[in-house]
């Protein structure tokens, strides 16, 4: 089985400051990590994904998150946020399979102050 | 290429009716999965179609269906509607080998009166 705990239902953070958006998982295989955002009204919008390679995944809008094997942690990061940034993002996890089951965390609702 | 798109937006049941729900994939995916979002439960998996199959399952009742077409359009369906079946219902398409990355669809808002 596999699990995902976002440990922030919300984190409010000023324009222009950093933000970590925090995501632990459990798994008893490999797995494959994401991170999605929706915007109000929106469906999910991938953000960026790590399944091998590097530990430090990059993605669009300037996200960019570590995956910490150790830690069974999988971190959002963003060193300066703007308005734009305002949305719910969401952790999720695959296990190695060859086929799709993902499980989704609760989200964190990111809103950023001006 | 087309994103996901889903039929309809919005819909408004009363208890005990039947409704479903369309979700055309992207041109060439052939993996279509449906999630039911709430505030309080989040996004849980209800099941995934490959190749007009089921491939894999949630934990729900029954009461909820689907099936996917030979084009790999898919439809949900939910019988006899309780109130707590008002969500945001989603479909996520992919090319359906391996771990691929999902592409949502706008999601269906579904009332329960």
């Known amino acids: 089985a596999q699990s995902v705990t976002q440990l922030d239902s919300q984190v409010p953070v000023f324009e222009e400051a950093p933000v970590e958006l925090r995501c632990n998982y459990s798994?008893?295989?490999?797995?494959?990590l994401f991170w999605y955002v929706q915007y109000p009204n929106q469906g999910l919008q991938l953000l960026l994904k790590?399944?091998?390679?590097?530990?430090l995944v990059k993605g669009i809008n300037g996200f960019e998150a570590e995956f910490n094997k150790s830690q069974t942690s999988f971190h959002l990061r963003k060193p300066s946020v703007h308005i734009s940034d305002t949305a719910e993002y969401f952790c999720a996890v695959s296990s190695s399979g060859g086929y799709q089951k993902v499980t989704f965390g609760i989200g964190t609702k990111l809103q950023v102050i001006p | 290429k087309a994103g996901v798109t889903q039929t309809p937006r919005y819909l408004i049941k009363t208890r005990g009716q039947q409704v479903t729900l369309s979700c055309s994939p992207i041109?060439?995916?052939?993996?279509v999965s449906w999630y039911q979002q709430t505030p309080g439960q989040g996004l849980q998996f209800l099941f995934e179609y490959f190749s007009e199959t089921q491939r894999n399952k949630g934990n729900f009742p029954g009461r909820f269906s689907g099936r996917q077409f030979s084009n790999s359009r898919s439809e949900m369906n939910v019988s006899t509607l309780e109130l707590g079946d008002s969500a945001l219902y989603l479909c996520a398409s992919s090319p359906g080998q391996g771990v691929d990355t999902q592409y949502f669809g706008p999601g269906t808002r579904l009332t329960v009166l």
């Open positions: 790590y399944l091998s390679g590097s530990t």
């Open positions: 041109s060439g995916h052939r993996s």
């Open positions: 798994s008893s295989v490999s797995v494959y």
